[in-house]
């Protein structure tokens, strides 16, 4: 086996058609982490002239001239391979401490057990835990901060669109169905528009007090994935104008209904039914033209960013404006993107994170309880491992952090 450094055309070669393939190992991030000023460097292992092994990995100057190294959802290697795994590291290591490195940290997409859609482990399923060990024996240790998304929901894309719908929480498909009657109109953003997506995002943000990315990155984003089709920013938006006129269509129709079973005369429960029905249309028809006075005849309610890249239809955020939830809109913006992944032969479509805590009590329930309803099922992956490369430096760090904390 013999250790070397990639071109990237060589390591874009190989990552595309490994099983453990991320965006976050794609030379589009590795240009993103260059911008922002991190070095970049694409190694690997070749054995009789093959890649065997590859990684991109990217370091930050921290203290004392000493550089953290890491290897985002890398390496790209089969952790039960020991032989392989153990080479790998031990010139990785090398090579980063040549180059003033003092740590390496890891993520790789790699499960750790099979779970099922209640997070319940799946007995006589995928089992990675040797490799954990493999890990652990060359020195790795478990990240208690791991900065990537640990547990996942994903759907295979196996069935047809009416079989989807049909396996889904009835909750979930009514929201779906209420979103179509209303017209929502679900699009892709363009450049320009980033900074509605932005404040789309903010608004669940500030609701669920989590930090959003600012302006840039997702400029970046569009500029280093879009080119290559390997990133959507949607939109969905209410069309007051056509809603109104939807519903000024069913309410005539209704009347014409009850006039005809007022001339059969028939029986005043069955009437009854249709002149509720024309109350309730009548309230919506009042709300709508309140929001359309309120915020104009487009009004933008949700958004998705979402990576498609490999497998993989990846729903990377989503953001929602409470006051218009009621409408449909986060339930048609994912319906809408499984049809993408259908349509475009990808194989899962990965709702991506969520806790990993099955309490209902949970703070962060809703998250999955909302993913959950589109049926699938939880992926736990191995988390996030470190080497300390330099332990002079790496207690030195630790040691500063725990003063500092």
Not at 141 to 167: A, G
Request: charged content about 35%; overall charge positive; some cysteine.
């Amino acid at each position: 086996m013999k250790f070397k450094e990639l071109t990237e055309q060589e390591f874009s070669n190989f990552l595309d058609k490994h099983p453990l393939r991320n965006f976050l190992q794609t030379p589009n991030i590795a240009h993103m982490r260059k911008e922002a000023g991190r070095n970049i460097y694409y190694v690997g292992v070749e054995e009789d002239e093959k890649l065997i092994a590859a990684s991109f990995i990217t370091s930050k100057k921290t203290h004392f001239g000493q550089q953290e190294f890491y290897a985002p959802r890398g390496l790209l290697v089969d952790y039960k391979d020991k032989k392989t795994l153990e080479f790998f590291v031990e010139n990785l290591k090398e090579y980063i401490k040549a180059k003033k490195g003092y740590i390496l940290r890891i993520d790789p997409y790699y499960i750790k057990q099979q779970r099922d859609i209640n997070g319940d482990i799946v007995e006589g399923g995928i089992d990675n835990r040797s490799a954990i060990k493999n890990l652990e024996d060359l020195g790795f240790q478990k990240s208690k901060t791991p900065e990537q998304v640990t547990w996942s929901f994903v759907l295979d894309l196996d069935k047809s669109e009416e079989e989807l719908l049909k396996n889904m929480r009835s909750f979930t498909r009514r929201n779906i169905n209420k979103a179509i009657k209303n017209k929502i109109v679900v699009r892709d953003a363009k450049y320009d528009e980033l900074n509605l997506v932005k404040e789309l995002l903010d608004s669940t943000c500030e609701r669920k007090h989590f930090a959003n990315r600012d302006l840039k990155y997702f400029q970046d984003m569009y500029k280093n994935f879009k080119e290559e089709n390997l990133i959507k920013f949607v939109i969905a938006e209410l069309n007051t104008d056509i809603m109104l006129e939807e519903l000024n269509q069913e309410q005539e129709e209704t009347k014409k209904i009850i006039e005809k079973m007022k001339q059969q005369n028939s029986k005043a429960e069955k009437i009854k039914k249709h002149q509720d029905n024309l109350e309730k249309m009548n309230k919506q028809t009042e709300e709508i033209k309140t929001l359309q006075k309120e915020y104009g005849k487009i009004i933008p309610a949700s958004t998705g960013v979402f990576i498609t890249y490999g497998d993989d239809v990846l729903y990377l955020f989503g953001g929602n404006r409470k006051e218009f939830m009621h409408f449909g809109t986060p339930y048609i913006i994912q319906w809408e993107m499984i049809k993408y992944g259908l349509k475009n032969n990808f194989k899962r479509y990965n709702f991506y994170g969520i806790s990993g805590n099955f309490d209902k009590n949970d703070k962060d329930y809703g998250i999955y309880d909302f993913k959950k309803g589109f049926t699938g099922y939880v992926e736990e992956l191995i988390g996030e491992y470190f080497l300390p490369i330099n332990k002079f430096y790496y207690n030195l760090f630790n040691l500063i952090h725990k003063i500092k904390h």
